[in-house]
């Protein structure tokens, strides 16, 4: 049956502040990198890009691996990516658990034909090295996955002393590192991490559509080791290699100008240096809580363990959900994000991740929250929430 | 190991004329659309957006489905989400393979688990009905698989006849139509298909990065009946589908500016109208293949059963492959694909797809093919072949 075609107008994007889970406020250089003409993907100019956005993920993965490229989706396909290629049927895989991304860490291992076992923490809470050590004495896992940054909870967990643990029991360390990447350190060879994934939409500030990832040579070894093919086509590492390496021989049609928007994203992150955009994060996050606090947020993670691009709070008994996020996106243009799994109507999500962690964005927010807190009655007074945020930023 | 972070340049990509088999070249308009400021993806004006998407999808493949949306990933993601929600271990699957994407679907669908027959055909040429209705009976696969154009080949598979006979034997039938779509009349809903998927970057006319899928009700009702899950966890539609329904359901971030260029370009299209842009095609292949045979090439699929926007042609023997497409790209700007598989080497992929599918495309090709063919005495008179083109442009 054929339609008739009714005409569809144009669209034209509104300018909003991105303050949700990602993706974040994308700057006019990266767009424009986005929009320049499209080349074929054996072009001799993408091949270059290509060699150019590889070295520059390595700087920021602080890593020395070879295998270290963007795969063709968004974070989640950088998780089914590192899970697939590891894991053959019938193989032991450990996921920790404590948020919506380890829960499909789990998910995704056992579509793929693991033997799944978990542990779990509260949301909110993290692992410590030891509960690792007795889940791995327990299970033997080829495969351990975690995330570093539960973007779900707001839980920032130390990476540093697993590996470790890990592979004195044989095993391979898989690494989720979405929200992290770019907005606090992620030392991949420091930290004997074997698979870190990545996506563009959060500290990289990059449209969402890519997905940074990286193998160690141990975890290369353990995919040439393979009996059985990778369950996955699309994201069978071995023949991705072979067009990201120097065979460049065709796969799939790599989204080109993604890789554009990716490759400047990264050159400005190092431009302005991995250290500084980190403490850009801290310096910003430090503010935002105070505000948050004096407006009467808790956070959802643990004091101690709280990721600085991502802040998961309680919402206040007296604010209403829906209606407040709606009054955010619509007088202010500002989005933060709802919550997500068991923490659905009870948390918010304010992501001040890459180029939307500045100072005028934390001050916006926090002011159009005092207004919104004021006007339905939930605070008496308006500014004081601003005029502390604005102390860090003068006192650090 | 913290490596020193060198400057990078930024990019500039050169302006190409795209005649290979994808990306084509994609309007300054598409560009834009795709530049536009990014948003998040449960914002109220992206979720008009994608309705807007699917319901101009559904025009462009025929189709009332209302499991019709775009994949967060290249045509290749499309295969493997049409393929993987079909198949559960164990399957019986009929694959015709006479190019590299019918492999390719064997491939997709082994990896699922399906117990995979195939029928092939010499490269180049086409399966008849009664080639398909004997390997029915003798296979009675659950899953038929066929590609609609080739793009290793440049051969046009018909379809319309396929599906009456797979769906007497019980099954259900999978369409590529990464090539074809806007290119040349699918039909969908008339033709019976089951699933069909597409990619952007070839008659659409968009950068790569998504891939236009449509499900029939015998198809949802078949995933809806699956008694195992489906082993990709990124492309389960029946999670994908709860986003781009009512529910809108978080799965994954999608791919927000990609989804923006789509819009535009499937508006583009409407705008046009399917029927003139499938005449348009069909122009500029009789003229391109006038002055190509003039020049001494035979094309490599049966004369019948030729695609108007892939053009596989058979190389003279004077001509030197690589040498020649790289003065192309160099001198000309113009950008064609060689071989791929068993042609590798043997033919060119000559692509008029999308808004590649103009007659200065054309002539500007075939004019720099004469220069370099008179510059490599491999003909003595340059302007023969532009002027039979052109003829085909006077006299239709």
């Given at each position: 049956m054929t339609k008739t075609a009714t005409p569809y107008p144009p669209l034209h994007s509104p300018r909003r502040i991105l303050m949700g889970p990602g993706p974040s406020d994308v700057p006019q250089t990266i767009l424009a990198a986005l929009a320049q003409p499209t080349v074929g993907h054996l072009d001799p100019f993408y091949l270059q890009a290509m060699d150019g956005l590889q070295s520059m993920l390595r700087?920021?993965?602080?890593?020395d691996n070879e295998l270290t490229f963007a795969v063709s989706g968004t974070g989640s396909a950088g998780m089914?990516?590192?899970v697939v290629n590891l894991v053959e049927p019938g193989d032991s895989v450990l996921i920790c658990v404590?948020?919506?991304f380890g829960s499909r860490m789990a998910d995704v291992a056992e579509r793929a034909g693991a033997v799944v076992n978990t542990i779990t923490k509260p949301w909110g809470q993290i692992f410590t090295t030891t509960e690792l050590k007795n889940a791995i004495v327990k299970f033997k896992p080829k495969i351990v996955g975690i995330v570093m940054a539960e973007t779900s909870t707001g839980a920032s967990q130390p990476i540093s002393a697993i590996a470790d643990v890990v592979h004195n029991a044989g095993g391979l360390l898989i690494v989720d590192a979405v929200t992290s990447l770019g907005g606090m350190n992620v030392e991949v060879d420091q930290w004997g991490i074997d698979v870190v994934f990545s996506g563009t939409q959060?500290?990289?500030?990059?449209?969402?559509?890519?997905a940074p990832i990286s193998f160690s040579p141990a975890a290369v070894a353990s995919i040439e080791r393979r009996a059985t093919k990778v369950s996955s086509w699309y994201f069978d590492v071995s023949m991705i290699a072979n067009y990201w390496g120097e065979n460049r021989a065709y796969h799939h049609t790599a989204p080109i100008n993604m890789t554009f928007a990716l490759y400047e994203a990264l050159r400005l992150l190092l431009a302005e240096g991995l250290e500084a955009c980190y403490a850009r994060h801290a310096l910003n996050h430090r503010a935002l809580k105070r505000g948050l606090e004096i407006l009467g947020f808790t956070y959802a993670a643990d004091p101690e363990h709280q990721l600085p691009m991502l802040n998961a709070v309680n919402l206040p008994a007296a604010v209403d959900d829906a209606q407040m996020r709606l009054a955010l996106l619509e007088q202010y243009k500002i989005e933060i994000g709802g919550g997500l799994g068991e923490?659905?109507?009870k948390v918010w999500r304010i992501g001040i991740m890459g180029h939307s962690a500045k100072s005028e964005n934390v001050l916006s927010l926090l002011e159009a929250l005092e207004n919104l807190f004021v006007e339905n009655r939930i605070v008496c007074e308006s500014g004081v929430a601003c005029r502390a945020a604005n102390a860090v930023y003068l006192n650090g």
């Amino acid at each position: 049956m054929t339609k008739t075609a009714t005409p569809y107008p144009p669209l034209h994007s509104p300018r909003r502040i991105l303050m949700g889970p990602g993706p974040s406020d994308v700057p006019q250089t990266i767009l424009a990198a986005l929009a320049q003409p499209t080349v074929g993907h054996l072009d001799p100019f993408y091949l270059q890009a290509m060699d150019g956005l590889q070295s520059m993920l390595r700087h920021v993965f602080k890593t020395d691996n070879e295998l270290t490229f963007a795969v063709s989706g968004t974070g989640s396909a950088g998780m089914e990516t590192a899970v697939v290629n590891l894991v053959e049927p019938g193989d032991s895989v450990l996921i920790c658990v404590n948020g919506v991304f380890g829960s499909r860490m789990a998910d995704v291992a056992e579509r793929a034909g693991a033997v799944v076992n978990t542990i779990t923490k509260p949301w909110g809470q993290i692992f410590t090295t030891t509960e690792l050590k007795n889940a791995i004495v327990k299970f033997k896992p080829k495969i351990v996955g975690i995330v570093m940054a539960e973007t779900s909870t707001g839980a920032s967990q130390p990476i540093s002393a697993i590996a470790d643990v890990v592979h004195n029991a044989g095993g391979l360390l898989i690494v989720d590192a979405v929200t992290s990447l770019g907005g606090m350190n992620v030392e991949v060879d420091q930290w004997g991490i074997d698979v870190v994934f990545s996506g563009t939409q959060k500290c990289l500030s990059c449209p969402p559509g890519l997905a940074p990832i990286s193998f160690s040579p141990a975890a290369v070894a353990s995919i040439e080791r393979r009996a059985t093919k990778v369950s996955s086509w699309y994201f069978d590492v071995s023949m991705i290699a072979n067009y990201w390496g120097e065979n460049r021989a065709y796969h799939h049609t790599a989204p080109i100008n993604m890789t554009f928007a990716l490759y400047e994203a990264l050159r400005l992150l190092l431009a302005e240096g991995l250290e500084a955009c980190y403490a850009r994060h801290a310096l910003n996050h430090r503010a935002l809580k105070r505000g948050l606090e004096i407006l009467g947020f808790t956070y959802a993670a643990d004091p101690e363990h709280q990721l600085p691009m991502l802040n998961a709070v309680n919402l206040p008994a007296a604010v209403d959900d829906a209606q407040m996020r709606l009054a955010l996106l619509e007088q202010y243009k500002i989005e933060i994000g709802g919550g997500l799994g068991e923490l659905k109507g009870k948390v918010w999500r304010i992501g001040i991740m890459g180029h939307s962690a500045k100072s005028e964005n934390v001050l916006s927010l926090l002011e159009a929250l005092e207004n919104l807190f004021v006007e339905n009655r939930i605070v008496c007074e308006s500014g004081v929430a601003c005029r502390a945020a604005n102390a860090v930023y003068l006192n650090g």
